[in-house]
């Protein structure tokens, strides 16, 4: 007797467990009250808002609050996402950012808890239909809390990056003007200079 080819897979029902990457390792941030996770391949490097200070330029775009700077990497621009406007939660001062590999968002969290290793990743259920399926992977359960784990290609829409290129566009000729003018004399200066 031929032997029978294997059924073809069926996709997981929404809220079922699959499995993560064989294990994966990732960063709990936490936003205000929430914890979220995010893969630890995912994070290029995590900054506090001190260093990264001097590098962020403000982007003019009342429209998408949840992004006011922007910074400049060779000829790659990061937009920093306030992650509290972003995700509607009570804002805190933020203190770190995670700038994020493959993505041209980086967040703006108020800490970092730890890192851990998730075995399951469960499909967002049906109750999140809005922008927040873009935003998030999955979630996880870790101990008693469930956990959104980060989907960082998701945070700034393909519309969302068109419009924040725009603007930081718009605004490159005022900062450079800015940058170039000669130094106005301080006070001291003028005084000495009057007869």
């Not at 980060?150 to 924040?164: C, K, Q, V, Y």
Request: aromatic fraction near 4%; glycine fraction near 6%.
């Amino acid at each position: 007797m031929p032997a029978q080819p294997a059924p073809p897979p069926q996709p997981a029902a929404a809220g079922a467990p699959r499995p993560a990457a064989r294990g994966e390792q990732v960063i709990l941030f936490r936003i205000g009250p929430q914890i979220f996770a995010v893969s630890a391949n995912e994070v290029q490097e995590i900054r506090s808002t001190d260093n990264m200070a001097a590098a962020a330029a403000e982007v003019p775009t009342p429209e998408l609050r949840m992004v006011r700077y922007v910074i400049t990497r060779g000829h790659r621009k990061l937009y920093v996402v306030h992650g509290a406007a972003l995700f509607g939660l009570p804002s805190a001062p933020a203190s770190l950012v995670l700038v994020l590999r493959n993505s041209r968002a980086a967040l703006l969290v108020e800490a970092v808890e730890s890192m851990t290793r998730i075995s399951r990743l469960m499909a967002l259920p049906q109750a999140f239909c809005g922008r927040e399926r873009a935003w998030y992977r999955g979630l996880t359960v870790l101990g008693d809390a469930v956990v959104p784990v980060l989907n960082p290609g998701g945070l700034l829409s393909a519309d969302e990056l068109a419009r924040l290129d725009a603007a930081s566009a718009a605004n490159e000729p005022a900062a450079q003007n800015a940058a170039s003018a000669p130094p106005r004399p301080s006070a001291s200066e003028e005084r000495q200079a009057v007869p």
